[in-house]
């Protein structure tokens, strides 16, 4: 069991940049793949990106490619997600998942466990 804990959202503008972490409890962090979803006011919970056990595939919901970054540190058990380019499209809640599978899940109802989320807001 993981139990993800999102941080690192907050206030910035368009163009700019944030790093959210989310540091995992528990000592089977390996065993899960983890993904970043976020959800904006009166819109469904949408894929951004996922990552691999290993931390070798990363997968990148369209709008993400090329501005976002996910990244693993299995040492620390936690998952980064590096944004850059910010657009306020991009204001959300943030979420961490982890996914009891090897390579990892563009799918909400595929994973097994949730943050609470992190709020991300992009002023123009």
């Known amino acids: 069991q993981v139990l993800p804990a999102e941080s690192g959202g907050g206030l910035v503008q368009a163009g700019g940049s944030l790093r959210l972490s989310c540091a995992t409890s528990g000592r089977s962090f390996t065993y899960y793949a983890m993904g970043w979803f976020r959800q904006a006011p009166g819109e469904e919970r949408e894929f951004v990106a996922a990552i691999s056990r290993s931390g070798a595939s990363t997968y990148y919901a369209t709008s993400a490619k090329g501005r976002f970054t996910i990244a693993r540190d299995n040492a620390k058990n936690t998952v980064y997600l590096q944004m850059n380019s910010l657009k306020p499209e991009d204001t959300a809640v943030y979420y961490c998942?982890?996914?009891?599978?090897?390579?990892?899940?563009?799918?909400?109802?595929?994973?097994?466990?949730w943050g609470k989320g992190t709020l991300v807001t992009v002023s123009s």
């Open positions: 998942a982890a996914d009891l599978s090897a390579l990892g899940s563009r799918k909400p109802q595929d994973m097994d466990y």
